[in-house]
C-alpha cells in the first residue's frame, strides 16, 4: 500500500473521531471494541475511548505498509475544544501534534464521515439526510440515516439511541466503522493526551522528515 492510501485510511479514522465536534446533545461516556474495514476489505481492529468532547482510538498499524505509523501500536486522540488532534506511536515512545488547519490538505479527497449527530437531524450544514427507521447493530438500538453530500454521495449512520454516538457508519466508497462490546462509564483523563515522556515530532515527519524535538 502506498504511503497516500495509507494516509487515506488515518484520514478516515480521524474524520470518525471528530464527529463530536457539534453535538446538539452531548453524548454520553463509554469504551469499545472497534473495526474500521477499508473498500479492499482490510480490517483493522482497535479501542475507542469518548469522554465528551475527547474521544481515542487505539489500533495496530499493519507493518511494511508504509505511511508515518511504520506498523506497531498507535492512538489517535482528539480534542475538539481546542482543536487538536495526536498521533502518538507507543512503541517508538513519539508522537505528532495537528491542528484542524494542518489536517485540511489531506482531508481532500478522503472518506466522509457525518460532521455533527443531532438525533433530530445529524447531518451537518453541507449535507441533508433522512432517517431509514430503527435498527438493533451489535446488541445496540439505533437510529438508521442515510446522509447525501452537496456531491450526491451517500454515506450511512447507525446512531445509538442512548450514547448518541454512531455505533457504525459506512462512507459511500465503502469503508466502514463500527463497535462492539460498548461499555458505558466514564473514563480516565490520562487516556486523552499523549503520555509523559514520548517525544514530539514535526508535522513533516509524515513525509518522511521523522525528527523528534
Same mark, same amino acid.
Given at each position: 500500500?502506498?504511503?497516500? *492510501? ?22 454520553? @461516556? ?14 483493522? =481492529? ?11 482510538? !487505539? ?8 505511511? @508515518? ?12 475544544? =481546542? ?7 507507543? !512503541?517508538? /515512545? ?6 484542524? !488547519? ?22 451537518? +450544514? !453541507?449535507?441533508?439526510?433522512?432517517? +431509514? ?23 450511512? *449512520? ?9 455505533? /457504525?457508519?459506512?462512507?459511500?466508497? #465503502? ?13 480516565? *483523563?490520562?487516556?486523552?493526551? @499523549? @503520555?509523559? #515522556? ?16
Amino acid at each position: 500500500m502506498k504511503q497516500t *492510501a495509507y494516509l487515506k485510511l488515518t484520514v478516515f479514522v480521524v474524520l470518525v473521531l471528530a464527529v463530536s465536534c457539534a453535538w446538539a446533545q452531548m453524548p454520553q @461516556p463509554f469504551s469499545a471494541d472497534t473495526l474500521i474495514t477499508q473498500k479492499t476489505g482490510e480490517k483493522m =481492529t482497535g479501542k475507542i475511548y469518548f469522554s465528551p468532547p475527547k474521544n481515542r482510538m !487505539d489500533m495496530t498499524a499493519p507493518a511494511g505498509k508504509g505511511g @508515518p505509523m511504520g506498523g506497531g501500536n498507535v492512538s489517535m486522540i482528539n480534542d475538539p475544544s =481546542t482543536k487538536t488532534m495526536y498521533m502518538v506511536m507507543h !512503541d517508538r /515512545k513519539m508522537y505528532m501534534e495537528f491542528h484542524a !488547519d494542518q489536517m485540511a490538505p489531506m482531508m481532500g479527497h478522503a472518506p466522509k464521515a457525518p460532521s455533527s449527530f443531532d438525533p433530530s437531524h445529524p447531518c451537518g +450544514a !453541507d449535507a441533508t439526510c433522512k432517517k +431509514a427507521g430503527t435498527e438493533t447493530v451489535n446488541g445496540r438500538v439505533c437510529d438508521k440515516w442515510i446522509m447525501t453530500d452537496k456531491n450526491g454521495a451517500t454515506s450511512t *449512520a447507525w446512531i445509538d439511541q442512548k450514547l448518541l454516538y454512531p455505533i /457504525k457508519a459506512q462512507s459511500s466508497s #465503502g469503508e466502514t466503522f463500527e463497535l462492539t462490546n460498548v461499555k458505558e462509564g466514564p473514563q480516565p *483523563a490520562s487516556l486523552f493526551q @499523549p @503520555p509523559a #515522556g514520548y517525544q514530539k515530532m514535526d508535522l513533516g515527519g509524515m513525509m518522511g522528515g521523522q525528527r523528534p524535538h
